[in-house]
């Protein structure tokens, strides 16, 4: 395994197990403690996951699928043949085994938590975020896929940087700085080093760095994030920002969003 497997308590008895899959990615089961139903993201290792549910004594009552590449939807077929019945929800016809085809804003239920679904589409065409909240924590916790990474963002594949920019900008960061962000891969220390030559005097990167690289260290994950730490460190969270806006050449957002990712893709670190 790429990282340790990782438990985070939330606020009102939400659990999320965060279990490493292939060589970079994550998937996410997550538990409501007061029914036990669960619901697992991008569950690419299925028998990893019926292992972890296994061992937790819960249900699992669906798999949310944030899009379709082969490294986030790819075990959806052989996971309903092992939990038959399960419904698999997703923006996007090509996600394999797609029983429940979801839209921005439409809301899911996981035993007591709250899921609405954000339509993020430039990664791929059909992506969604998933925001998870209950009626004593809004702030909650979003799990982005490969739209918001922690310090980065997903390739503008099938999109745009007008796309990329409302992903980001127009819905991400309009949730409380509080909420939790659980992303697709373990790519935090690149991005980071990405982020501190596009802002070499920006502490709060050079912090993160460090603890980043301490969490490596010990093969432990570096998420969750913040909303407010990534608006912190995040130059593609940052592109209304001047220091952005000089290293990019450019004060208009949108357009430092493209330079950024073009700059980002070619960064050897």
Not at 207 to 213: A, N, P, T
Not at 258 to 268: D, P, Q, S
Request: hydrophobic letters at 35%.
């Amino acid at each position: 395994m790429h990282s340790n497997i990782k438990i985070v308590n939330q606020k009102s008895n939400v659990r999320v197990e965060v279990l490493p899959a292939l060589k970079d990615n994550y998937m996410y089961l997550i538990v409501d403690e007061t029914s036990k139903d669960a619901a697992i993201v991008d569950p690419v290792e299925p028998r990893k996951v019926i292992k972890a549910v296994e061992k937790a004594g819960i249900r699992l009552k669906m798999a949310l699928t944030t899009h379709h590449h082969w490294d986030h939807a790819g075990g959806n077929e052989e996971l309903v043949k092992l939990v038959p019945g399960l419904p698999v929800f997703g923006g996007d016809d090509r996600i394999g085994a797609l029983t429940n085809k979801i839209k921005h804003n439409d809301k899911i239920k996981i035993g007591n938590l709250d899921v609405k679904c954000l339509f993020t589409p430039c990664h791929t065409t059909g992506h969604i975020c998933f925001h998870v909240t209950t009626k004593d924590d809004k702030n909650g916790a979003v799990f982005t896929g490969d739209t918001l990474l922690l310090s980065g963002c997903g390739r503008f594949f099938e999109g745009t940087k007008e796309q990329m920019y409302h992903a980001l900008i127009e819905v991400l960061s309009e949730l409380s700085n509080d909420t939790l962000v659980y992303c697709g891969h373990e790519y935090t220390v690149k991005s980071l080093m990405f982020a501190e030559h596009v802002e070499p005097d920006n502490a709060r990167t050079k912090e993160k760095i460090k603890w980043c690289k301490e969490q490596r260290q010990k093969n432990d994950p570096t998420i969750p994030s913040t909303i407010g730490e990534e608006k912190q460190y995040n130059p593609f969270m940052r592109v209304r920002e001047a220091s952005i806006h000089e290293f990019c050449g450019t004060s208009n957002p949108v357009n430092a969003m493209g330079i950024l990712r073009e700059k980002k893709n070619k960064f050897k670190g």
